[in-house]
């Protein structure tokens, strides 16, 4: 990926003068030669249940203006927790579609701010006026079986009941691809999804 040009913003270039240069984010190819920040979730099979969220927040900190983390999972009603740890305004705009879209700005070092979505909604992008190049996504899920994939390109769901279920995973870039997956009474099961030439 490209590096990011924050030359127009000397105080985002200020933030990263003893960091490494900070690439886009758009494909994370592992050195296993598999994805990063790839979102999986049961997409359909669950039994209809109401999952409660966690009183836990999910953190999107503004950091060196970029977003951290790339890509998050949040349930319905849980609170997503905006930090600014820039010396510097931000503005960040949350591009749902499904759930009512909305944009806050947050000063330099600010209280945090707190947002929670009520329908769920896979994969919008959360933007900052202020810097064009700042993204990440979020995904927003009524039940607690998502992950994003990390450096070794794997996710888990846990503690999901026996069935059958269609396990989608998005990303950014590439799109969505889903399969089928049964899950035993007991043990595991595996998926794995492949993206470009097989
Ligand atoms: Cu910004």
Same mark, same amino acid.
């Given at each position: 990926?490209?590096?990011?040009?924050?030359?127009?913003?000397?105080?985002?270039?200020?933030?990263?003068?003893?960091?490494?240069?900070?690439?886009? #984010?758009? /494909?994370?190819?592992?050195?296993?030669?598999? !994805?990063?920040?790839?979102?999986?979730?049961?997409?359909?099979?669950?039994?209809?249940?109401?999952?409660?969220?966690?009183? #836990?927040?999910?953190?999107?900190?503004?950091?060196?203006?970029?977003?951290?983390?790339?890509?998050?999972?949040?349930?319905?009603?849980?609170?997503?927790?905006?930090?600014?740890?820039?010396?510097?305004?931000?503005?960040?705009?949350?591009?749902?579609?499904?759930?009512?879209?909305?944009?806050?700005? #947050?000063?330099?070092?600010?209280?945090?701010?707190?947002?929670?979505?009520?329908?769920?909604?896979?994969?919008?992008?959360?933007?900052?006026?202020?810097?064009?190049?700042?993204?990440?996504? /979020?995904?927003?899920?009524?039940?607690?079986?998502?992950?994003?994939?990390?450096?070794?390109?794997?996710?888990?769901?846990?503690?999901?009941?026996?069935?059958?279920?269609?396990?989608?995973?998005?990303?950014?870039? !590439?799109?969505?691809?889903?399969?089928?997956?049964?899950?035993?009474?007991?043990?595991?099961?595996?998926?794995?999804?492949?993206?470009?030439?097989?």
């Amino acid at each position: 990926m490209q590096t990011i040009d924050m030359s127009s913003n000397p105080s985002c270039v200020a933030e990263h003068k003893s960091r490494p240069p900070v690439h886009a #984010q758009t /494909i994370v190819v592992n050195p296993n030669h598999t !994805l990063r920040n790839a979102f999986v979730w049961i997409k359909d099979g669950l039994p209809a249940a109401h999952w409660t969220p966690p009183a #836990q927040t999910v953190e999107l900190t503004q950091n060196g203006c970029i977003y951290e983390p790339h890509v998050a999972g949040i349930m319905v009603g849980q609170t997503l927790e905006i930090v600014n740890d820039d010396p510097i305004n931000h503005n960040v705009h949350a591009n749902s579609k499904i759930n009512a879209p909305w944009n806050i700005a #947050q000063a330099p070092k600010a209280e945090h701010k707190f947002r929670k979505f009520a329908s769920p909604e896979v994969l919008f992008a959360m933007t900052c006026s202020v810097h064009p190049w700042m993204n990440s996504y /979020i995904g927003v899920v009524p039940h607690p079986f998502f992950s994003v994939t990390g450096d070794d390109g794997a996710f888990r769901l846990q503690g999901v009941p026996p069935g059958t279920y269609t396990i989608e995973v998005v990303q950014e870039k !590439l799109g969505k691809k889903d399969g089928t997956l049964t899950l035993p009474p007991s043990g595991t099961a595996s998926i794995d999804f492949t993206y470009g030439s097989q």
